[in-house]
């Protein structure tokens, strides 16, 4: 009921709403319905593909029809929104990069660290699905290469930020990132299932907020996973307990 769980709830609906038909005509249509910058920018991060050359003819149209109808209000309102959307989405791009940017630089001290179990626990938060997946690159680089000393280093570096986190994380951000790193739907239906007495109204609101941080960062895929999992608790009933 607080102001942040508010904005956090329109949010979700936009998302959901955009999510039942996610094309760029249905994107305007939303993006036009709302005066809510916070949702715009929910919106925009978590269709970010859509916004495309293709895109902008759709509202450059829309501009045009407004001038011709004689709509000067619509049309300044019109022209208003593009210039945000083109902010919001430039702000997105740059979040993504800078969080890519950080696990690559955590990665380049891990091989170099006298001590890189230590230097996990103090960056524990950052053992995510974009450091894994800049692992994962780096290791097929490697292999490419032939350079298989590297590769063994490397692995070995994953195993250890998965002992870590699984050692020092708290609970339910356990449970999270393995929701977050299922392979499939029914996986996250078998975790949930296994964890149900672990589940109430404060770890979907967990969820759902780490669901919205994945999209603001421009992670989709493990996004789309976790707000699945959201849906998933829902269906459970678990928002009753309290």
């Given at each position: 009921k607080s102001t942040t769980g508010q904005r956090i709830q329109a949010q979700q609906a936009a998302v959901e709403a955009l999510a039942a038909d996610p094309t760029r005509e249905t994107l305007v249509e939303h993006l036009i319905a709302t005066d809510d910058t916070a949702?715009?920018?929910?919106?925009v991060t978590v269709v970010r593909q859509l916004l495309d050359y293709a895109f902008c003819q759709s509202l450059t149209a829309r501009i045009?029809?407004?001038?011709?109808s004689g709509d000067g209000?619509?049309?300044?309102?019109?022209?208003a929104l593009r210039k945000e959307i083109q902010e919001i989405r430039d702000e997105v791009d740059a979040r993504a990069m800078a969080v890519?940017?950080?696990?690559?630089?955590?990665?380049?001290?891990?091989?170099?660290?006298?001590?890189?179990?230590?230097?996990?626990v103090r960056h524990l938060l950052?053992?995510?699905?974009?450091?894994?997946?800049?692992?994962s690159t780096n290791i097929q680089q490697a292999e490419s290469e032939g350079r298989m000393d590297l590769v063994e280093q490397?692995?070995?570096?994953?195993?250890?930020?998965?002992?870590?986190?699984t050692a020092y994380a708290p609970p339910e951000i356990q449970l999270i990132n393995r929701l977050a790193s299922a392979e499939d739907d029914e996986q996250v239906r078998k975790v949930l299932e296994d964890?149900?007495?672990?589940?109430?109204?404060?770890?979907?609101?967990?969820?759902?907020?780490?669901?919205?941080?994945?999209?603001?960062?421009g992670r989709q895929e493990t996004a789309s996973r976790l707000r699945y999992a959201a849906a998933q608790i829902k269906e459970m009933g678990a928002t009753e307990r309290v």
């Open positions: 949702v715009r920018e929910a919106l045009d029809a407004a001038e011709a209000e619509s049309k300044d309102q019109l022209i890519l940017d950080a696990r690559a630089r955590l990665l380049r001290d891990l091989l170099v660290a006298e001590d890189p179990e230590e230097l996990l950052e053992i995510d699905d974009a450091f894994l997946g800049i692992l490397l692995r070995a570096l994953g195993d250890m930020a998965i002992q870590t986190l964890e149900r007495d672990h589940l109430d109204r404060e770890f979907l609101q967990m969820v759902e907020q780490a669901a919205l941080e994945l999209e603001q960062s």
